[in-house]
């Protein structure tokens, strides 16, 4: 089975957050997919939380590490669709990526972001649920 991927999903996992057991879990023997923004996002996401102090140098590159061992196809996705789904539904672009992804492969979206869940769902692609 197919399943896209948020940022998310892999910054739980690298990080080990509460969710990783069920995240490896709901992940297993699938086939991972992801928009090709993830790494920048991955990068964002780890940026934040240097401001917030709550990752030290030493353990982001941990975290890369651990994201590279991630088997994760990364998926161009289509700009204006994605555009056009943002503005449908008043998402910021980078979350629409993840959905013009999941519709263009015709697979299930994994997230923690419930924003990004209830948007999807509103556009029939169908989530699992943590």
Do not use: W
């Amino acid at each position: 089975m197919k399943i896209v991927i948020d940022t998310s999903i892999v910054v739980a996992v690298i990080t080990n957050e509460i969710h990783k057991p069920v995240l490896i879990d709901k992940t297993r023997g699938a086939y991972l997919l992801a928009p090709s923004s993830l790494p920048f996002e991955i990068g964002n996401a780890i940026s934040a939380m240097f401001k917030r102090n709550r990752i030290s140098l030493e353990q982001a590159f941990s975290a890369l590490e651990a994201f590279e061992k991630i088997p994760i196809q990364l998926c161009d996705v289509n700009l204006n669709r994605s555009v056009e789904l943002a503005q449908i539904l008043d998402i910021y672009a980078y979350d629409a990526y993840f959905i013009e992804c999941a519709q263009t492969y015709k697979s299930p979206l994994l997230s923690l972001d419930q924003g990004l869940v209830d948007a999807a769902t509103k556009i029939g692609i169908k989530s699992i649920e943590v």
